[in-house]
């Protein structure tokens, strides 16, 4: 052997130790940190074959742990690693406990890796603009917001002059990302095809990317992060959004001069990931839901034209809160396909204990099995059966008129979170759901392709409701 290959072979095999070490060090910290609650599955199916069923169908192992285990903490092998999950009522004890306490972005970077995947921090200025500054202005917006969603179904959709089939996937990612941007950078810079391109594909990169570096040993993966695209995707990503005029410019006029332009840029880059993704979903789901029960179709047009027709069709601020029919259909179709089947997801960042004497060390992620729908009040009705004026009818006593919206948070509706880490832009995506909905229920009519029967069944990915992206619906212009 020369002496050039001898620095190669050392290196290699100070690689396979290190990671032979890694791998006996977290076997033995996982063994330590093993909770004595019952596994779901445990004792009928290997691990690996629990792993692949928590990928694929996670809400069929979720239904057995609620059946088998009802009020009690149970666990699921996941690719992670077990995962903690607790029942609905232990989520008011968690209530309380603040963002630095019990925390959902840090549950969340650390399911995506977010020191790798640019995720992993929260900022008290992005949750200020959204909760203060977004949420208050929210009125001013809906003129804008429409008149930017109109222009785009005027040059991204096609004519529909007979029944055409559409993508809706495709074409709602760049409606709301293109509306959103309306709100975010203002105009014309909502309309700047590489800043679109970046906050659109943002979050896939992140949610590809963190999975295919999850498949490196952790010691790894500080190379390996140069090894997987999506991971240079995203730091493009950023680098664009960085060299943006508009970020320039934006970053000179916050008051807080810690902030750089990188730091804006990052933020902006959340902001943008959050609102567009999961807001383009609760729309597809809609109007899948609508698709499957046309019924429902003329009723919600209805309501649309009525509370326009002394603005000739524009939407204003109080129309969107008169629209209850649509308000309530657009909540049962979340409460049937929710973003996630288990919300609340707190990350310990100190020890907690819980009163049926469970105690979470810090560093530990928990979340709440909430997506069983038999745990509805008896005064919902039959809690499994499609209702879409399910809320219209519960808010028609005047003691609960304001209760039951679809941006609601509570003990019965976790779809938005709960307590003090409850989604802060969820007033945001409410309102931009409904503008969507009012103008498709205004200007066309829609069904699906010919052969679907019902509603299409959803995919799972872990914990995550996904839209059958292989269904077309077909559009056909009003005249």
Known sequence: MNSTQMPILWALTLTVV???????????????????IPMVGAGTYDINTLKGRYVKEADVLLREGYEKFKDSIFQVETPDGPRVFLPRKLAHELKPFNRHEASGMKALADRHIGQYTT?????????????ID???????????????IAHCFKTQFPTCDEWTPIDLHGKLLRIVAQ???????????????????CSTKFALDVMTGGEKLKQWHPWLRPIAQYLVPEMTHIRGDHQRALELQWMQQRAKKIGDKSFDSKELANLQMLTATAAIHTTRLAIIHALYDLAARPEYIEPLRREVLDVTKDSNGRLRKQHLTQMRKLDSFMKESQRHNPPSIATFQRKAMIPIDLSNGFHIPAGTIVQCNTNMLDEAPA????????????????RSKPEDTNKYQFASTSYDSMQFGFGNDACPGRFFASNQIK????????????????????????????VNVLA????????????
């Open 18 to 36: 290190t990671a032979l070490a890694g791998t006996a060090i977290t076997k033995f910290l996982r063994r330590l940190s093993t909770f004595a």
């Open 468 to 479: 059958d992206p292989t269904v077309k619906v077909l559009f056909k212009k009003m005249r």
């Open 435 to 462: 503008i969507v909905l009012a103008y498709i229920l205004s200007h066309y009519y829609f069904k699906f392709e010919d052969g679907i029967v019902g509603r299409p069944k959803n995919l799972m990915f872990e």
């Open 379 to 394: 005064e919902w009705g039959d809690p499994n059966a499609f209702d879409g004026f399910r809320f219209y009818k519960l």
């Open 119 to 131: 995720i992993d921090h929260e900022s008290d200025v992005m949750l200020g603009a959204i909760k």
């Open 179 to 197: 509306a959103s941007a309306r709100i975010f950078v203002g105009y014309p810079m909502c309309r700047n095809e590489e800043w679109l391109e």
């Open 134 to 148: 977004l949420n208050r202005n929210l009125g001013n917006f809906v003129g804008d917001v429409q008149y930017e």
